[in-house]
């Protein structure tokens, strides 16, 4: 039974890759910062091994990894939330550099035949020109936030890895994903969850929104973890593959898709506070490189995941 170890495995993209894994027949280990927060894998919780671990304390890295011997390891712990980047960019580059430096140097102490996945983002290729659209990995990367400047630098030192010491490093940027158990800190769930409180009475029949002419590439967790493990099984060490739908929608259409999908009469206001300081008004991307690699597609229709979506946040609001 192959062991795998997912940081951030309580995480949204997390929880559902322990799934997945699980239904190939994985032993899944877990590290989370805190026990404490464990809603999104509580379901499995008898099903995988967890670990606590602040991925900033490279001593109980090492500790993890080499007790329970890995074959693969899913690297996708993170402070993902570009707001928050903004307010703490000291933590989020203790998190998310210091963080993978921490772990490559534990793999690297264990073992180097350890398989390593980075999760890197799409957001590392920033401020991007029309004629670069739509985006390939050879784009330039020109980060516009915090968050996106400590996951280029942790892209290049997975690269890093690879070259200076032949460790078994894949590196992708996936594009936006959405689905089911997001975090209401992100668009999608957060128009969701302010229609299943519409829906319940809990909150006026309003919702606040920041730039809707924003367009992103958007593709189902599910689909998004899939390819994850296509890409450490078939994905070229040293290589960075991006992972993505290859089609752009507006936010704007994201909130009418969802607003047609509940019979509430429902009001939208733009809120100042949820404009970025700077903002990309176009992500798209191009995932020819891991098509052409691995023959992966996306499988799980648009409509289908933000029904998903607005239904985990009905039932999280019944409840």
């Not at 401020?127 to 942790?154: C, F, G, Q, T």
Request: neutral net charge; aromatic residues 10%; glycine residues 6%.
């Amino acid at each position: 039974m192959t062991r795998a170890l997912i940081t951030g495995i309580n995480g949204f993209a997390g929880s559902h890759l322990a799934e997945f894994l699980l239904s190939k027949g994985y032993h899944v280990l877990g590290v989370v910062h805190c026990f404490k927060n464990t809603k999104n894998v509580n379901h499995i919780r008898d099903k995988i091994e967890l670990h606590e671990c602040d991925i900033r304390d490279e001593a109980r890295l090492k500790e993890i990894i080499s007790q329970n011997e890995p074959v693969e390891i899913y690297h996708l712990a993170a402070i993902a939330h570009i707001p928050t980047s903004y307010r703490e960019p000291r933590l989020t580059f203790e998190v998310n550099f210091f963080g993978s430096l921490n772990l490559f140097q534990a793999v690297r102490a264990t073992s180097k035949d350890i398989k390593v996945l980075y999760v890197g983002s799409a957001s590392e290729y920033g401020n991007v020109r029309k004629e670069e659209i739509p985006i390939s990995e050879d784009v330039l990367l020109r980060p516009v936030d915090p968050y996106s400047v400590s996951k280029v630098s942790a892209d290049m030192l997975a690269y890093q890895y690879f070259r200076s010491f032949g460790m078994y490093v894949v590196r992708v940027r996936p594009f936006n994903h959405i689905g089911p158990r997001q975090s209401p800190d992100y668009v999608v769930s957060s128009f969701a969850k302010q229609i299943a409180e519409i829906e319940k009475g809990l909150k006026e029949p309003l919702i606040t929104v920041g730039n809707l002419e924003a367009k992103r590439d958007f593709t189902d967790v599910r689909d998004m973890v899939r390819a994850y493990w296509l890409a450490l099984q078939k994905g070229e060490p040293g290589e960075v593959y991006n992972i993505c739908s290859g089609k752009a929608i507006s936010i704007r259409e994201v909130l009418d898709m969802l607003l047609a999908m509940s019979k509430k009469d429902i009001e939208v206001k733009q809120d100042p506070k949820r404009l970025r300081p700077s903002d990309v008004s176009l992500l798209l991307g191009d995932s020819t490189k891991f098509r052409e690699r691995t023959a992966w597609q996306s499988e799980i229709p648009f409509e289908k995941t933000l029904q998903d979506t607005l239904d985990y946040w009905r039932g999280r609001i019944g409840r």
